[in-house]
């Protein structure tokens, strides 16, 4: 009897430890975000988070979790449970130590539809379970390599955010699809790398590049070679964001309840670097075409018009890594080719930053690459030097030349290289389309600025985001060997 009051008196005092956290979402809080704190207590190794909500339509409610302010986890509208411990967290959520720290549920409201009113209650239970910290991720040093072609993935998903399979089911889609990296791009949380990091030992030919996709109210962007949470949650986050690339995702996607915030809305960060010129949820919703009004290829070419040097990329923008090509949405059917001068983190940012890059849209693993002179794609050249164009692997196939967003050339392919002249009095980005026997696009290049010498220009001419004329880029030449097929996975 004196076991049995005493276990349930501890079972009074552990239940008393819990917190609950009430409120209600009206149509004044949309597109808003709420922060509730509270204090962990001394001796806890795990908060457990559960999260109800009156089924009220037009109102949806994302959460996360702050530590002293900062981002410990976002998982938005996919998980109503999660917990945060020593040793383990649910994905989406950084493991760590919990006890005495001043911790916040943050509710993030995309959308609360006039008229809409919802209750919610959060329940903050603590526990005391025995636990330890995790390993340390293995250290993984890539062996070196070559400069070369690098074909991966920049923009995709696992449980770690709205996902629907877990990481190493990405990978194996990965590694199957034949690609030299990948970038699980979860939504305002960087969980997944500390999974990553244990799982690099047994894909030893896969870069893991570390990505997080800042999703806010007004526009979606991937940060590429950032280890640290982005602020999305300031108004101000661009101006507060850790190093790292910063690519614009599908900006032409319309914004509303289904997907609010998917366009881009607000103005272009002076940081942005990239722009995802093609996602492959997008060619899905468009039935399968890539061309259509929600494209971000006119987008971009209006951006180019303006002087601004934004570098294309693609990506799949996958949810489910069992899906299979050629579904749009699956692992390496959207692909970013981009010249590498080793197998590493650090030089695929350093190629991708340069511009010398392509996309790759479906069909075998073709190859384009386009100089001026000794200049790369992503490079600037003197108005009228000649241009050379190389793809492998495209029988059929047209090579399209933009320039301003109209065809200036088109050009059958051919087994050798192409070469078109540029008028002398053109100037600005001109850049590849290269279509298939159908008419499809398959391939697409990034620009070559043509720009007068500084002495000639008189302030006119295409400029650089912030000003200024763009820098050489350095990278491959006109005088290496033109890439063969099987030169995509050096």
């Known amino acids: 009897m ?26 004044a809080d949309h597109q808003s975000y709420q922060t509730h704190a509270f204090d962990v207590p001394p001796g806890v190794t795990r908060v457990d988070v559960t999260f109800t909500r009156t089924p009220e339509a037009g109102i949806t409610i994302d959460l996360g979790m702050l530590e002293d302010g900062r981002p410990r986890g976002w998982s938005g509208s996919n998980k109503q449970r999660f917990s945060i411990g020593l040793a383990e967290a649910t994905p989406s959520y950084t493991p760590g130590p919990v006890a005495g720290r001043r ?34 991720p293995p250290v993984v040093n890539p062996a070196p390599s070559a400069p070369g072609w690098l074909r991966g993935e920049l923009h995709a998903h696992s449980t770690h955010s709205d996902g629907a399979r877990p990481i190493e089911a990405s990978l194996q889609a990965a590694r199957a699809a034949g690609l030299d990296f990948i970038s699980l791009t979860e939504h305002n949380t960087v969980s997944q790398l500390q999974a990553l990091a244990h799982l690099q030992p047994e894909y030893p030919s896969l870069i893991l590049l570390p990505g997080q996709e800042i999703t806010t109210f007004n526009g979606h962007a991937n940060l590429f070679g950032s280890t640290t949470p982005a602020p999305f949650m300031a108004r101000d986050w661009p101006q507060t964001l850790p190093p790292g690339l910063l690519s614009i995702n599908h900006p032409a996607l319309p914004s509303g309840e289904i997907c609010m915030g998917c366009g881009w809305t607000q103005p272009i960060p002076e940081r942005a670097t990239l722009v995802e010129a093609v996602n492959g949820s997008a060619i899905a919703a468009a039935g399968g075409l890539v061309e259509t009004p929600i494209s971000a290829l006119p987008w971009w070419d209006a951006q180019l018009a303006t002087g601004k040097r934004l570098i294309a990329i693609g990506g799949s923008d996958n949810h489910d890594a069992s899906l299979a090509p050629p579904d749009p949405r699956a692992i390496g059917h959207v692909t970013t080719i981009v010249w590498a001068e080793a197998r590493t983190p650090a030089a695929l940012l350093k190629g991708l930053e340069a511009g010398h890059a392509f996309i790759q849209i479906g069909g075998p693993a073709r190859m384009l690459d386009m100089t001026a002179g000794a200049a790369p794609m992503g490079s600037t050249a003197s108005p009228g030097t000649p241009l050379r164009i190389t793809v492998t692997d495209c029988n059929g196939c047209n090579a399209e030349l933009i320039h301003q967003a109209k065809v200036i050339a088109t050009l059958p392919i051919t087994d050798g290289p192409l070469n078109f002249t540029p008028p002398e009095n053109l100037t600005g980005p001109i850049r590849a389309h290269i279509r298939d026997s159908r008419g499809q696009l398959t391939l697409i290049g990034n620009p070559i600025w043509y720009h007068l010498p500084s002495r000639l220009r008189g302030g006119t001419g295409a400029k650089r985001q912030g000003g200024g004329p763009a820098p050489a880029r350095k990278g491959p030449t006109a005088s290496r060997p033109a890439p063969a097929a099987d030169q995509s996975h050096p």
């Open 103 to 136: 911790m916040a549920l943050a509710l993030g409201i995309p959308n609360a539809r006039s008229g809409s009113t919802a209750s919610w209650t959060a329940t903050i239970g603590f526990s005391r379970d025995p636990a330890t910290p995790p390993p340390p």
């Open 2 to 27: 004196r076991a049995l009051l005493l276990a349930m008196l501890l079972g009074t005092a552990a239940a008393a430890q819990n917190i609950q956290l009430t409120g209600t979402i009206t149509a």
